[in-house]
């Protein structure tokens, strides 16, 4: 069974940066697209960031472009987020999520969901 797992969440001060990772811990699969995603208390799943395995496309929501960098690992079957620049807007519970569509699927259409990691930034 597929299962991603995410790790590397935190309490930081704004300014500062953060990795997390999104590792299968279980049955190997074939995905086109991989994504991250955060949800803050009272407010709806939005979308973060997302990376096509066949190109290593990259596409970041507004609010996190510039600050934040998705890329993958083939070989460990990972993907990381680095978070820079974060300030309190970016509290929430980051999940990722993996795809088997080749084009960019709405956000109810994603195959796998992580049980996600928080993240917290104090001003």
């Known amino acids: 069974q597929v299962q991603l797992v995410e790790s590397g969440g935190g309490l930081v001060q704004a300014g500062d940066s953060l990795r997390l990772s999104c590792a299968n811990s279980?049955?190997?699969?074939?995905?086109?697209?991989m994504g991250w995603f955060r949800q803050a208390p009272g407010k709806e799943r939005e979308f973060v960031a997302s990376i096509r395995r066949s190109s290593d496309s990259t596409y970041y929501a507004d609010s996190v472009k510039g600050r934040f960098t998705i890329s993958r690992d083939g070989a460990k079957n990972t993907v990381y987020l680095q978070m820079n620049t974060l300030n309190p807007e970016d509290t929430a519970v980051y999940y990722c999520a993996a795809a088997f569509r080749a084009t960019m699927p709405s956000e109810d259409a994603w195959d796998y969901w992580g049980q996600g990691t928080q993240v917290t930034v104090s001003s």
């Open positions: 279980g049955r190997a699969f074939s995905y086109n697209i």
